[in-house]
Antibody
Framework: QVQIVQSGAEVKKPGASVKISCKAS????????IHWVRQAPGQRLEWMGG????????RYSEKFQGRLIINRDTPATTAYMDLSSLTSEDTAVYFC????????????????WGQGTLLTVSS | EIVLTQSPGTLSLSPGDRATLSCRAS???????LAWYQQKPGQAPRLLIY???TRATGIPDRFSGSGSGTDFILTISKLEPEDFAVYYC????????FGQGTKLEIK
């Protein structure tokens, strides 16, 4: 069965960086994209970016261009999100999710989600 | 950037009722690019519908999606107790955006 397991909660100071991992299992990792979505407390979902695992092509929301890097380790079936220059506004739950359609680089509709990783940015 | 506006903000209904949730786009979008999610407190979102009307695997057939252009609808034909949650629509095109959500609460 498909499982997506994320790394644990993080506490960071303003200006720091964070790297969150997303371990996938139960399907052909290379055939799907992984997308990252965050949700600040009481707020709507916000798409950050995604990576098509097969060729490593990435797509980022303009909002995060320059401080977000998404990559993957295919043999380890793990994707990573690296967010730098953190501020208190980055305090949120971060989710990774598998795209619903195989071989689709761009469609971020996602059917299997990680449990979420709480990032707290505070001095 | 396309803006998605969901209405109503809160919908109060009883189990067994029919729910109709709206998602309006600020400009016309492809039907293939609209998805709906359900989210319960403390949980990850659950994909219900993608391509405006295709149910995701394992989603009960009481959930249906429709619409085109700027107006999309999620219908829950007969509410079950577990359906009370927040619902989000998502558009994917040159950008990816979510609506602000509709909270479906028990009346």
């Amino acid at each position: 069965q498909v499982q997506i397991v994320q790394s644990g909660a993080e506490v960071k100071k303003p200006g720091a960086s964070v790297k969150i991992s997303c371990k996938a299992s139960g399907y052909s990792f290379s055939n799907f994209a992984i997308h990252w979505v965050r949700q600040a407390p009481g707020q709507r979902l916000e798409w950050m970016g995604g990576i098509y695992v097969g060729n490593g092509n990435t797509r980022y929301s303009e909002k995060f261009q320059g401080r977000l890097i998404i990559n993957r380790d295919t043999p380890a079936t793990t994707a990573y999100m690296d967010l730098s220059s953190l501020t208190s506004e980055d305090t949120a739950v971060y989710f990774c999710a598998r795209a619903v359609r195989a071989f689709d680089e761009t469609n971020p509709a996602s059917d299997y989600w990680g449990q979420g990783t709480l990032l707290t940015v505070s001095s | 950037e396309i803006v998605l506006t969901q209405s109503p903000g809160t919908l109060s209904l009883s189990p067994g009722d029919r729910a109709t949730l709206s998602c309006r786009a600020s400009q016309s979008v492809a039907s293939t690019s609209l998805a709906w999610y359900q989210q319960k407190p403390g949980q990850a979102p659950r994909l219900l519908i993608y391509g405006a009307s295709t149910r995701a695997t394992g989603i009960p057939d009481r959930f249906s999606g429709s619409g085109s252009g700027t107006d999309f609808i999620l219908t829950i034909s007969k509410l079950e107790p577990e359906d009370f949650a927040v619902y989000y629509c998502q558009h994917y095109g040159s950008s990816v955006v979510f609506g602000q959500g509709t909270k479906l609460e028990i009346k």
